[in-house]
């Protein structure tokens, strides 16, 4: 059975950092891209980061441009979510998902929700004014 499983969140001051970490149990991490959405409350899910399968190529939503850091670790079967001088309007519940196909070369997909068909249940992050 695969398990995507979010830590990290929890409640920050504006300005503050927290590191989430997205392990997988029944699956591997290794070949597949991995991506990153959040869901505020009352709003859509959205795109965050996108890390592709070799960690070479990321794609971040433009909220997040220059304060969050994708990366990965193969070997430990982990993926990282790094959010720097965070804001109020980055409160959410945070998400990883893995891509469906293998090798994806095209990083240009990474920001559609369809191509992931792996969710883990998701971590909450606050941040407070």
């Known amino acids: 059975q695969v398990q995507l499983v979010e830590s990290g969140g929890g409640l920050v001051q504006a300005g503050g950092s927290l590191r989430l970490s997205c392990a997988a149990s029944?699956?591997?991490?290794?070949?597949?891209?991995v991506g990153w959405f959040r869901r505020a409350p009352g709003k859509e899910r959205e795109f965050v980061a996108g890390?592709?399968?070799?960690?070479?190529?990321?794609s971040y939503a433009d909220s997040v441009k220059g304060r969050f850091t994708g990366s990965r670790d193969n070997a430990k079967n982990m993926v990282y979510l790094q959010m720097n001088s965070l804001k109020p309007e980055d409160t959410a519940v945070y998400y990883c998902?893995?891509?469906?196909?293998?090798?994806?070369?095209?990083?240009?997909?990474?920001?559609?929700?369809?191509?992931?068909?792996?969710w883990g249940q998701g971590t909450q992050v606050t941040v407070s004014s």
């Open positions: 998902a893995v891509d469906r196909g293998r090798y994806r070369t095209n990083p240009a997909v990474l920001p559609i929700p369809t191509v992931y068909d792996d």
């Open positions: 890390i592709s399968w070799s960690g070479g190529s990321t």
């Open positions: 029944g699956r591997t991490f290794s070949g597949y891209a």
